[in-house]
């Protein structure tokens, strides 16, 4: 169980209640299926939608994005904004540390903050013997 944004409890809360407790349900009224909401994705979004996001060749990008990846991004925009590594573990289900940074892609605007902190390459840092990085 994780916590809800604000924005989204307001939208969920508008939604009509359900005897199941379930808020969202198949086509037929029943549980939906992973399987049909992936082919979903792909055809109603991924696909129609890949023109506007072209991809390089051998490259993954927005026309491969599955449901399973919304996970992996939520745990990376959540280390880039320093949420707990140990609150990122219970809401994503995670026992190992090693488990949860395995899952953690660097944003390049995260990582262009983190470039900016460490200087020219000839510069020294304290204690250092070498006369530049490379």
Known sequence: MIPIHTE??????RLPLHTDGLVFH????????????RWALIRNVLEPLAPR??????????????????RHDLRSQCAD?????RVRMTWLSHSDSRMAEHYHQLHNDEGQ???????????????SKSQDIF
């Open 53 to 70: 996001s072209p991809t390089a060749e051998r490259v993954i990008g927005f026309v491969h994005g599955r449901v399973h990846r919304f």
């Open 113 to 127: 903050l983190h470039t900016g902190r460490l200087g020219p390459a000839t510069e020294k840092t304290p204690g």
């Open 8 to 13: 989204l409890l307001s939208v969920l809360k």
């Open 81 to 85: 904004r320093g949420v707990p590594q």
């Open 26 to 37: 198949g086509s037929r009224g029943g549980r939906l299926n992973p399987h049909v909401v």
